[in-house]
C-alpha cells in the first residue's frame, strides 16, 4: 500500500457533501439516470415488482419486467433474442468462457477493457492481442491460425480513448477467417447511429456480421446491467452455459421495468444525441485551438487528455475540483504507465461556456504553476 502511495496510485471515492460540482466524469450521456419518466417508472415498478428478484434467473428470479426488457431491447436493436446479464462484467465473462475453450483462439485489441481479457484469461484459450485497431495485424493473427475455433473480439467505443473502432472492416475480416465476432458496444448504444442503437445503427450492420453483441445498460442508458444480443442459437448457448447468468441472483425486475421506459426516450427523444453530437464536435474544436493532447477526436462524448505523470495528473484533478468541475483522473494499471490523463465525459446536460471554462482552466493549468 506504501508503494501504491508513493507511486500516487491510491484510487480514491468521492462523496461531494452538499458542495456542487458539474459533473464531467459520468456515463450517463443521454442524462437519463435523473429522467422524470424513467424515476415514475421505478416508482411504479416497485410499487408492482417489489425490490429483489429474490432468486437466479433459472430458478425464480425472472419476471415478465425481465422479459420484456429482453424483448424490448431486441426489437430496438433488430436482433432475434436477447439475455439479460447483472452487469457488462458479468456478461464479458459469461459470453468468453461460453464460446472460447481451450482449443480456441481468441484475438482481441490490446486496448479491450479489463473485463474482457478478465474473461479471455478465465476461458483457458490460447490468445493474441493486435495493435489498437490496427485491423492488419489482427488479419495477420488471424491467417496464422489453422484449424482451431477463433474468435475476434472488440470494444465499438474505448473506454479510456473514446476512439471507435471499425466494426464493419473488422466484420469483414471476422467472415474471410470464420472467426466468431464479439464486440462490446458500452459506449457506443444510445450514441451512435441515427436511431441511437449503437455500433452495429452506426455502422448499419445486420446480426449476421455481429453474431455477439454485449451491450452494457449503466451508460447512455443510465441504468444497470447488460444485454447480450444476436440470434437465437447464440443467445440459447448462454442461457443453457454463461456461468455468471446462472449462478447470480438477477436484477432487481424494477430495474428492468425503468429501464424499458430509457429504451422509449433514447428513441423519442432524439434531441439529446444530437445536443451531444454538437457537444462533441465543440468539444474537439475548442481543444484543437488550445493545442491540448486529445487521445482521440473521434465523434465519442470520451475525451481523455494526456497528462503523463501520476502525480501531476492527480493534481490538476484536484485543481479542476476547486473550481467546482469533477473530472476522472486515469492512472495505471487501468492505462499504459506514463500515460495518465483526464477523462473527460461529455453529456447532453453540458453548455458550451461550461466546456470553455474547463479548456481554459487546463490549458492555463502549467503557466499558472510558473
Known amino acids: 500500500m506504501l508503494q501504491r502511495a508513493e507511486r500516487h496510485l491510491l484510487r480514491s471515492r468521492y462523496i461531494h457533501n452538499g458542495r ?9 450521456y443521454l442524462n437519463l439516470a435523473t429522467h422524470p419518466a424513467i424515476k415514475n417508472a421505478l416508482i411504479k415498478g416497485a410499487q408492482e415488482f417489489g425490490l429483489g428478484s429474490t432468486s437466479s434467473p433459472v430458478v425464480s428470479g425472472y419476471s415478465r ?55 479471455i484469461v478465465l476461458s483457458r484459450a490460447n490468445y493474441y492481442r493486435y495493435h489498437h485497431n490496427n485491423l492488419a495485424h489482427a488479419e495477420s493473427l488471424l491467417n496464422k491460425i489453422m484449424g482451431q ?6 470494444e465499438s467505443v474505448f473506454s479510456m480513448q473514446g476512439s471507435i473502432s471499425n466494426i464493419k472492416k473488422l466484420a469483414d475480416i471476422a467472415n474471410r477467417y470464420q472467426a466468431m465476432l464479439i464486440v462490446d458496444d458500452a459506449h457506443g448504444v444510445g450514441v451512435l447511429g441515427e436511431q441511437g442503437g449503437g455500433i452495429c445503427d452506426y455502422y448499419q450492420l445486420s446480426q449476421h456480421a ?19 444480443s444476436g440470434a437465437n442459437d447464440v443467445i440459447e448457448e448462454l442461457l443453457q452455459s ?28 432524439s434531441w439529446r444525441r444530437k445536443k451531444l453530437q454538437h457537444l462533441i464536435t465543440f468539444f474537439n474544436h475548442e481543444a484543437k485551438i488550445r493545442s491540448l493532447p486529445l487521445v482521440s477526436h473521434d465523434a465519442t462524448p470520451i475525451k481523455s487528455i494526456l497528462v503523463g505523470e501520476n502525480k501531476t ?30 477523462r473527460i465525459s ?25
Open 20 to 28: 456542487e460540482h458539474i459533473n464531467f466524469c459520468s456515463n450517463d
Open 65 to 119: 419486467a425481465h422479459r420484456l426488457l429482453e424483448e424490448t431491447f431486441a426489437k430496438f436493436l433488430n436482433r432475434e433474442r436477447a439475455l439479460l446479464f447483472n452487469s457488462g462484467y458479468h456478461a464479458n465473462l459469461g459470453v468468453l468462457t461460453t464460446f472460447a475453450r481451450r482449443n480456441s483462439v481468441i484475438i482481441a485489441d490490446k486496448l479491450c477493457h479489463a473485463s474482457l481479457i478478465d474473461g
Open 149 to 154: 475455433e477463433k474468435l475476434l473480439v472488440t
Open 210 to 228: 455481429v453474431p455477439c453483441l454485449i451491450t452494457p445498460l449503466g451508460k447512455a442508458l443510465g441504468s444497470m446491467g447488460a444485454i447480450v
Open 242 to 269: 454463461a456461468r455468471t447468468y446462472h449462478y447470480s441472483t438477477a436484477l432487481p425486475p424494477v430495474i428492468c421495468f425503468a429501464t424499458v421506459t430509457a429504451i422509449k426516450i433514447i428513441q423519442e427523444e
Open 313 to 342: 495528473t492527480l493534481e490538476l484533478q484536484h485543481y479542476l475540483m476547486q473550481f467546482g468541475y469533477f473530472v476522472s483522473c486515469i492512472r495505471p494499471p487501468t492505462v499504459p504507465i506514463n500515460t495518465a490523463r483526464l
Open 346 to 370: 461529455l453529456n447532453c446536460a453540458h453548455e458550451e461556456k461550461q466546456i470553455i471554462h474547463l479548456l481554459d482552466l487546463i490549458h492555463n493549468y502549467d503557466k499558472r504553476k510558473n
